[in-house]
């Protein structure tokens, strides 16, 4: 348990909050501090996951789902993962 405290307090010191301590085998918890804006930029730990990502908007694109400038937006590096999750939310519903 003395190194569940220590996690404890640090996250304390971040601004994460939960529910209370608790005793069980589980952790819950969400932040309210603000995210900075390029904390949410794309990042990916292998060049086949991001060429696969790149490829299905490149599709998407060429099938006319979507305008080519989120193409350009994921090869600029400026794509965050919440224009990638609505992109994924439009595709489908086009291809419906």
């Known amino acids: 348990m003395a190194t ?13 909050t939960w529910g209370g301590d608790w005793t069980g085998n589980t952790v819950e918890g969400n932040t309210t501090k603000p ?3 390029d904390d949410d930029k794309m990042l990916f730990t292998n ?3 991001k ?32 224009d990638f999750e609505g992109l994924k939310i439009i595709i489908s519903q086009r291809s419906a």
């Not at 996690?7 to 994460?16: D, N, S, T, Y």
Request: positive net charge.
């Open 47 to 49: 060049e086949t996951t």
């Open 51 to 82: 060429a696969a990502v790149r490829d299905y908007i490149k599709q998407s694109v060429d099938k006319k789902k979507i305008d080519k400038s989120w193409l350009e937006k994921f090869d600029n590096g400026t794509m965050t993962s919440g």
């Open 4 to 16: 569940l405290s220590r996690v404890g307090a640090i996250a304390r010191k971040l601004g994460i």
């Open 35 to 37: 995210i900075a804006k």
